[in-house]
């Protein structure tokens, strides 16, 4: 079997980002909109390719699709001899040259600030989507892909809600942490549809030290998104889709490369998909477009990537509340939209990344790191929605929330590797800033626009008039500063990783009249870290490891006996263990993890406000993917996690379960190619869990249930053009049932979805 090795292709500010944020801020609607008409003309696309684009093609030596190694330059004599020259592998690795048996996994994938490693030589648990996996799970959202065959990943099943909602080991994490190319700050900030990236990396569990401290203090686990990159063949890919019950759309995905070895990658991604969903009364709209842009040489690389991207749902999901004493109703038919059918929740993201990496010499690298980005987000429907009786009738109540936000986020570092005496290190320095800049508007509750309906018939009745005051202005500013080591001995097979964090955390609020700073929070913490591998042999590894996480910490209230303390970043620790079998063409996971996360409170008795509270989850875990047999791929496991509440204030509800996470859960996803017919492919997901509790006291609860998911997907070539046919059916079975979204109790999961899809290669 072989090992991949890979760089972070990280980045350097350049002075033009402005110029280059401004050049793609054309109408982000009008590049979406026109997205299927592009499509159509995707052939015309490929004949107004420029001669010498034909030429350098013609004399370029052919890689499989999708590589985005160092394009091997060719020179040609008279006498017909080809030379080829000399080329070292390095930057980002795409997807298809580094995937794992099957293709559905890589081999490698980011680990912070140490950079991209082999999943056998990481001391945590890891896996990262190639592009091919999205593509034939039809995913929607980011959610889609990681929920799909991860136990240690949930999701509710809730479709059409204002934000994605995921947990990772039973901690709830913010959609607002996803880093895109390692920075944060820069995915878009609700929904992220996943067609410009070619790979989506999950880290379990904290990561501090790794990342820094992301700005909504995710500690279950942390995202990475990696832009699609020019491959060395050129790429005009037509995609159109339908799902139920009346929504279609098209992706167009072109890219090339240019330059006398092919120095210059140009790719770009248009998406457009509007229509009704499975869910009646409730559509959604996405328009997006993105451009990658790279240009490598012997020592240097840069990259830039732009998008823009808008996200509609009309009737998003809400969910809804029990009065008190009341039990959990039975659920109304799947496809019933319970929140106003005329609400609306938009969000727009655009975003510029530039980054740079620079080798000094072999074991001495420089990187740097640039991004700004922009969130307007407006909300008009349910604020909450109560059960009132046995007969299923309930009061919604309505608001109305708007906010902008600008986002700067930029990271530096060196990498060096050197041996003292027969120790290896590899060693990294690295810092981040993170700064947002926010306006929040809006009322939480509009007079008048209450109104009462029945869950298994709802209607409503008039759109309230959408109007939103000015309510706050904030300001958040994180800095970081990163160092660690690893150290290899044994003959490489011990690897032992030390490593410590400084994190700065400045927030202040200002008046939305005078403008002055009301208040100022200006703390900081350290993190420490350290991570151990072994390879016991060439095909199984055991790693143990200690990191830390860290949020924000907090201002005692000014009814508390300690009022305006200020708490510093509260830190989020776990203990992990785990052992990596790899058997060529098929991987096995398996991990026992503890984490313990702070919460705050008021002590009943004293009054003081403190962060005396604590969740502990204690884990275990399998995983496997890959190819076990030649025509069929695997991906799955199961995961157990008891998430206690250990420390509460006064001892209420110590000892119960967190709401809202199954403690067992189990998957599998297969495929399987047809012998028979061949380009066939057969494919069945199954999605097991237990009951979820849904209050603090663990009195109410929603049943466990069982989720499967089939389709099926047929290859062929048009005129010698590769065609791929997509037809999935997810819930099968239309199971009714209930899941826990954010900020309310309940919500339908989603109903019996059908998805089709036509990839086309020109």
């Known amino acids: 079997m072989t090992r991949h090795s890979y760089n972070l292709l990280t980045a350097r500010p350049i002075p033009q980002m402005s110029r280059l944020y401004s050049a793609f801020e054309i109408s982000h609607q009008t590049v979406a909109k026109r997205t299927l008409q592009l499509a159509l003309s995707a052939s015309t696309v490929v004949a107004l390719a420029t001669p010498a684009l034909a030429q350098m093609e013609a004399e370029s030596v052919a890689t499989p699709h999708g590589s985005n190694a160092s394009a091997t330059p060719v020179t040609q004599t008279a006498g017909g001899v080809i030379t080829l020259a000399p080329v070292t592998v390095q930057g980002e690795a795409a997807s298809a040259a580094n995937a794992y048996a099957g293709g559905q996994v890589t081999y490698g994938s980011r680990v912070g600030f140490l950079g991209d490693k082999d999943f056998m030589e990481t001391p945590f648990s890891v896996i ?7 593509e034939n799970q039809q995913a929607r959202s980011i959610t889609d892909v990681i929920a799909a065959t991860d136990p240690s990943v949930f999701s509710n099943g809730v479709t059409g809600a204002w934000s994605e909602n ?38 379990k569990g904290p990561s501090a030290l790794l990342n820094g401290m992301p700005p909504g203090g995710s500690v279950g686990g942390a995202i990475n998104l990696v832009p699609k990159r020019a491959g060395d063949e050129p790429l005009t890919r037509l995609t159109t889709t339908y799902m139920s019950d ?60 732009l998008y823009s991207a808008d996200d509609r749902v009309d009737g998003p999901t809400r969910g809804i509340n029990l009065a008190p004493g009341l039990a959990v109703p039975h659920p109304p038919k799947p496809n019933t939209l319970i929140n106003p059918d005329w609400a609306f929740a938009e969000t727009r993201d655009k975003g510029a990344i530039i980054r740079g990496e620079f080798d000094f010499t072999d074991e001495i690298m420089a990187y740097a790191a640039l991004g700004t980005s922009e969130t307007n987000y407006s909300y008009n429907g349910a604020m909450s929605a109560q059960v009132l009786d046995t007969a299923g009738n309930y009061r919604t109540s309505i608001g109305q929330l708007a906010f902008d936000v600008d986002k700067t986020s930029s990271e530096v570092g060196l990498q060096s590797s050197f041996q003292t005496g027969g120790i290896g290190h590899q060693l990294t320095i690295n810092a981040t800033h993170y700064e947002q800049q926010q306006n929040d508007y809006g009322r939480r509750t ?21 109007i939103t005051p000015h309510i706050s202005k904030t300001e958040l500013r994180l800095n970081s500063y990163g160092l660690a080591d690893t150290l290899s001995f044994a003959e490489d097979r011990v690897h032992l990783t030390i490593g410590v964090r400084r994190q700065e955390v400045v927030s202040d609020t200002y008046s939305v009249t005078t403008g002055a700073r009301t208040s100022r929070y200006d703390e900081s913490a350290i993190t420490p870290a350290t991570a151990l591998l072994i390879n016991a042999t060439d095909n199984v590894s055991l790693y143990a490891n200690y990191i830390e996480g860290l949020s924000q910490g907090a201002t005692a209230p000014i009814t508390a006996a300690n009022a305006g303390e200020v708490f510093e970043p509260y830190k989020t620790r776990q203990k992990e263990i785990g052992v990596k079998l790899d058997l060529g063409e ?45 025509s069929m791929r695997l991906m799955g496991g199961i995961a157990y996690v008891d998430p206690k509440l250990t420390q509460t204030a006064g001892g209420i509800n110590q000892g119960n379960q967190a709401t809202g996470i199954p403690d067992l859960q189990a998957k599998l996803g297969t495929e399987w190619d047809v012998p028979a017919s ?22 109410l609860s929603v049943p466990g249930h069982t989720i499967y998911d089939v389709g099926a997907r047929y290859t062929t070539n048009i005129s010698s053009h590769p065609l791929t046919l997509r037809a999935n059916i997810n819930n099968v079975t239309n199971k009714a049932y209930w899941g826990m979204p954010l900020l309310s109790s309940l919500a339908l999961g989603a109903p019996r979805t059908f998805m089709l899809s036509a990839t086309l290669d020109f």
């Open 128 to 134: 990262s989507y190639t592009d091919s996996f999205i």
């Open 166 to 203: 995921y947990s990772i080991r039973g901690f709830s994490s913010s959609t607002s942490d996803v880093t895109l190319g390692g920075l944060h700050g820069m995915a878009p900030y609700y929904r992220t549809s996943p067609e410009m990236f070619e790979r989506i990396e999950v880290l």
């Open 246 to 305: 009346a929504q279609f759309g098209g992706h167009i995905d072109v890219g090339r490369r240019l330059g006398e070895e092919q120095q210059l990658g140009i790719r770009f991604n248009g998406v457009y998909r509007d229509g009704e969903g499975a869910i009646n009364q409730q559509e959604s709209e996405v328009q997006m477009g993105s451009l990658g842009l790279d240009w490598r040489s012997e020592r240097l690389r840069l990259s830039a990537d």
């Open 446 to 466: 509009v007079p008048g626009a209450d109104w009462t309906t029945n869950l298994y018939n709802p209607t409503w009745g008039p759109a309230a008039e959408f």
């Open 586 to 630: 098929f991987a096995h996971t398996f991990s026992l993890y503890e984490i313990t996360r702070p919460s705050s409170y008021t002590d009943p008795v004293t009054n003081i406000f403190s962060f005396g509270g604590e969740q502990r989850n204690r884990g275990a875990e399998w995983s496997f993917f890959g190819s076990p047999l030649p």
């Open 678 to 699: 061949q380009g066939l492919t057969l494919m069945a997901n199954a999605t097991a869990m237990s009951e979820q509790y849904i209050n603090a006291d663990n009195s």
